[in-house]
């Protein structure tokens, strides 16, 4: 039925697709189509269908300020024509004060920390002189462009965010601008900062923004949203005036002939201006300034944004929850708290309730327009909903009773019907060719729609394979050749077959000649690509949702599973649990532990350990499922081999076997609608668990000998947790004897700096804040990282000048190691051995990682990061932490006094002193060339520095 392919039928049909014709081991796991599907009214759909449409019309630029969702909270639904008026002339009264009081004091609301940078603009990072191109600008051919043109322009003149050119600055470089369509009849104006180089002059930190999971986190199964939009995002902050001589903007374009050949046709950007490259960086900076001072007291009872606790409900605690998140903040009344997230512009706001997401969402419209930041967002207000439109890249539903959704839109949807069956046509075609460029392109669609489908991430990869197939290093079948079968053999002179042609490309790439695209344009057709098509054909696959692990019921039970294999051998460990809702009223162990022994058949046993690591706990997951003891559980797969996690959380192998195996995961997944984690532990730990005896037929080990379970999985227990000692190590080496653990409470307050604050005079709490140089321990538990290590990319974008050290145990990595790496200046690995035996603890199995991230200094490179020094300190200590803790702690040391020794010499003494190349031109050292004497100081200089570091 065509109707189920509507925008409302994803939030309401449980995804079911079918594996695809190639891969028959997975056939038999598909789910049944006979399993009663979810289904929604036809007034939901209309209902849905119509907020869509509003929604739409909401984001128009015309669109005028909702001022009757005000009129109806004040007077009702049945308003009084004369109630209006009275309402409108008190707007327009209000409008008239704010405006005098923000004229007044519009610097003094922020901050104290920050009131010069929201006064002057952030500064900005200039990594040598600014340009000089002072070329006027082309006039547009097209009088009706033009003349929209001109209506932008003026535009952006009236509200301030261009200023004429003042007597005491001398423009060096003007910004070009040209139109893009926007619709059928409207333009987009650009602003190239590209063309001009001022954006090859500057350095803009890299910074974080919020994802679908970090909105999922503060959801429950009946909260609301709310969605604000700031206008004119970029344009509400101060451009620096270091880069006002080098944002100059030609309007002559509006002007008549005798304007153009005046000075009145130069003007500046006193904004962060589109197209400058330190503008979203310094604009979002702001912005979190700003929400500070929205969210306010966290224990003021008059706060909607109030909270008191962070409640943690983690998997290992002996009454963990699996239809909870994991990790939220909870109010006095026991209701989760209001949370803002913003992505670059679009806001969204959650509440427990829809009285209390509308509360938290007009103090953010209030506390934005007494910071002047708000401009004219008011018109994109919309009604408090469960189902609000996409944000982030996906849509988030709330099912009330049943959970928290993730989607896509109706217009992702429908391309991504038209994109299957474009390439289905194409391939049946017979064509044996396919456009390379065009199959990039739509490959990444499909990637960024896989964001709220992970369970088509396995049928992506066909387009993977048919987009790297020319290059020449795959089989007849597309799958990438393992190197031991290309590296040997010898280079022929030219390519005559397949193995030919793989020995040009890799003689091609050792000769750093490797081509980004085939020069024909087009690659050869895998054979998987078809199958995998069919099996993302629409008419095929039911309306797909994801329930998110944290926030969706998963029934009444989870499961750990343990899997190992020992040469011929194969063994797993099994321990079910009910949880605290369980229909029976009790919790706990559902029964003792049980385990499975067995022995690899002869083909098998050939196969390389990866294979039959995964193998292993595919084969024990779905026997568990089939007994029926799986259904609406949440699984957790303990292994010791990296290979295996790594595969499941890509969602993809470049191994053919690995790649089937993780299909079938998914395919269990949903037929039986798991929940599943797969994490990696030590080898060790299995151990000592007794896993890796059961797979050698020994089973009076471990939890076989009646140990429980839970001992063994420390998923909730932060390294300081494990291992008290561990502070005192730390603090041996920060030289801070007071350094203590943030609590996941002072993650919010403490980690940001804040340290209480104040109302100002017109009752506004204004935050107070840490000076710079303070030290922070962040230290959680491995399945809370990734929240932990968010609100530090949160603190770092604000404040650049606090010490910050994370130690996170190497467990649920995937979750949180491209965020560790994000944030850290430098990080390292302690093994086990060192931190267990040097500290004399003995089960600390996995090993510690330690970031540490660093002030910025006050000059070129900025950020400790960039330099290669960095890389070496971080594989020193590697090396050094295995043997000696004494010259690991004397190394960390001199790193803390990095930053201060660097911010107190000059740039071209810090770059030898990091290893930097210098900036500019590489003068004449020689014995008689000019320069020699300024060379042979600064050498001299920098040895005395390192010596004394």
């Not at 002007?255 to 050949?261: H, P, R, S, T, V």
């Not at 949880?579 to 690899?600: C, K, M, N």
């Not at 037929?697 to 001992?711: K, N, R, S, T, W």
């Not at 803790?885 to 107190?904: E, F, G, H, M």
Request: charged residues 25%.
């Amino acid at each position: 039925d065509s109707a189920s392919i509507s925008y409302a039928s994803q939030a309401t049909v449980k995804c079911a697709i079918k594996p695809s014709a190639s891969e028959e081991p997975a056939s038999t796991l598909s789910p049944s189509m006979n399993d009663p599907p979810l289904t929604a009214s036809k007034q939901t759909l209309e209902q849905i269908t119509q907020t869509t449409i509003g929604l739409k019309a909401m984001k128009a630029d015309d669109a005028e300020v909702p001022v009757y969702l005000r009129n109806r909270r004040i007077i009702g639904d049945n308003p009084l024509a004369s109630r209006e008026r009275a309402l409108n002339g008190f707007r327009k009264l209000g409008f008239r004060w704010f405006l005098r009081g923000l004229r007044l004091d519009c610097g003094r609301r922020f901050p104290l920390r920050y009131q010069r940078e929201a006064r002057d603009g952030v500064p900005i990072y200039f990594e040598k002189p600014g340009p000089s191109l002072m070329q006027r600008q082309p006039e547009f051919s097209d009088p009706a462009v033009r003349k929209q043109v001109k209506e932008k322009v003026e535009k952006v003149i009236r509200r301030r965010y261009l200023a004429r050119v003042s007597t005491g600055l001398k423009l060096k470089s003007l910004i070009k601008y040209f139109a893009v369509p926007k619709g059928l009849d409207d333009v987009r104006i650009v602003y190239d900062g590209t063309a001009s180089g001022l954006n090859d002059a500057v350095w803009a930190p890299s910074f974080w923004l919020p994802t679908i999971d970090s909105l999922v986190r503060a959801l429950d199964a009946d909260s609301w949203m709310s969605d604000r939009d700031i206008g004119d995002m970029f344009l509400n902050f101060q451009l620096h005036k270091s880069a006002w001589p080098f944002a100059g903007v030609d309007i002559g374009l509006i002007l008549d002939e005798e304007g153009k050949a005046s000075e009145d046709r130069w003007y500046h950007w006193c904004r962060n201006a589109m197209g400058f490259t330190s503008s979203p960086h310094n604009s979002i900076k702001m912005a979190l300034v700003a929400e500070e001072v929205i969210l306010g007291d966290r224990l003021d009872k008059n706060n909607p944004f109030q909270w008191s606790r962070v409640e943690l409900n983690l998997p290992g605690m002996l009454k963990y929850n699996p239809s909870k998140t994991w990790m939220a903040r909870v109010r006095k009344d026991g209701l989760n708290a209001c949370a803002l997230f913003t992505f670059v512009d679009d806001e969204r706001i959650t509440g427990a309730t829809r009285e209390l997401a509308w509360q938290a969402s007009s103090r953010l419209a209030q506390i934005q327009a007494y910071l002047g930041i708000r401009q004219d967002a008011a018109r994109k207000v919309g009604l408090c909903l469960q189902q609000p439109r996409s944000w982030a890249g996906a849509v988030v539903h709330v099912r009330p009773g049943e959970g928290v959704f993730i989607l896509t839109s109706e217009e992702k949807w429908i391309k991504l019907k038209d994109t299957v069956e474009k390439w289905i046509g194409i391939v049946e075609s017979g064509c044996d060719e396919l456009n390379h460029k065009e199959l990039l392109s739509d490959r990444g669609f499909l990637v960024y729609v896989t964001r709220a489908y992970p369970e088509m991430i396995p049928y992506v990869k066909g387009f993977h394979l048919t987009a790297e197939t020319w290059t020449g290093n795959h089989d007849e079948e597309g799958w990438k050749l393992p190197a031991a079968k290309i590296i040997d053999k010898p280079a022929p002179p030219e390519a005559r077959n397949e193995d030919d042609a793989t020995m040009a490309y890799l003689a091609r790439k050792a000769a750093a000649d490797v081509q980004r695209a085939p020069l024909d344009g087009v690659t050869p057709l895998a054979p998987r690509l078809h199958a995998d098509l069919l099996a993302l054909r629409v008419d095929k696959v039911k309306r797909s949702t994801s329930p998110i692990s944290e926030t969706s019921k998963c029934g009444s039970c989870l499961l750990w599973i343990r899997g190992d294999t020992s040469g011929k051998g194969r063994g797993s460990t099994f321990q079910g649990y009910r949880t605290v809702h369980h229909l029976s009223g009790q919790f706990g162990p559902t029964a003792e532990g049980t385990f499975r022994v067995g022995i690899w058949s002869a083909l098998e046993e050939e196969e390389s350990s990866n294979y039959r690591e995964f193998t292993n706990l595919v084969e024990d997951t779905e026997l568990e499922a089939e007994s029926g003891r799986l259904r609406q559980a949440e699984l957790f797969l303990f292994t010791d081999n990296s290979t295996a996690e790594s595969a499941f959380y890509k969602g993809s192998s470049s191994s053919k076997l690995l790649h089937h195996l993780v299909l079938r995961l998914h395919l269990i997944a949903q037929k039986y609608q798991l929940i599943i984690h797969m994490v990696h532990v030590s080898g060790k730990r299995m151990i000592a668990q007794g896993t890796d005896g059961c797979s050698r037929g020994v089973l009076m080990e471990g939890v076989m000998a009646g140990q429980d379970m839970l001992q063994f999985v420390d998923l909730d227990k932060s390294a300081h947790h494990r291992h008290p000692p561990l502070l005192d190590w730390i603090c041996s080496w920060t030289m801070q004897p007071d350094l203590h653990p943030l609590t996941p409470e002072e993650w919010f307050v403490k980690g940001h700096g804040i340290i209480g604050g104040m109302k100002d005079v017109r009752g506004v709490w204004l935050p107070d804040h840490e000076p710079a140089g303070k030290f922070h321990l962040w230290n959680p538990a491995p399945a809370t990282a990734d929240a932990m290590l968010e609100e530090l990319l949160k603190a770092r974008h604000k404040r650049t000048d606090t010490f910050h050290v994370i130690c996170i145990p190497r467990l649920m990595s995937p979750r949180w190691r491209r965020l560790f790496h994000k944030v850290s200046d430098v990080h390292f690995v302690v093994p086990p051995p060192s931190w267990c035996i040097v500290l004399a603890y003995y089960n600390m199995f996995e090993p510690l990682w330690i970031g540490i991230v660093l002030p910025f200094v006050p000059h070129r490179p900025w950020q400790l990061k960039r330099a290669p020094l960095m890389v070496e300190l971080g594989r020193q200590l590697c090396e050094v932490c295995k043997d000696c803790d004494l010259c690991a702690r004397n190394i960390l040391r001199k790193l803390l006094k990095l930053p201060r020794q660097v911010a107190s010499v000059s740039p071209s003494v810090a770059s030898g002193m990091l290893h930097m190349p210098r900036t500019g031109d590489v003068p004449d050292v020689g014995p008689h060339g000019r320069g020699w004497h300024r060379a042979r100081d600064s050498a001299r200089e920098s040895e005395k520095i390192e010596r004394r570091a």
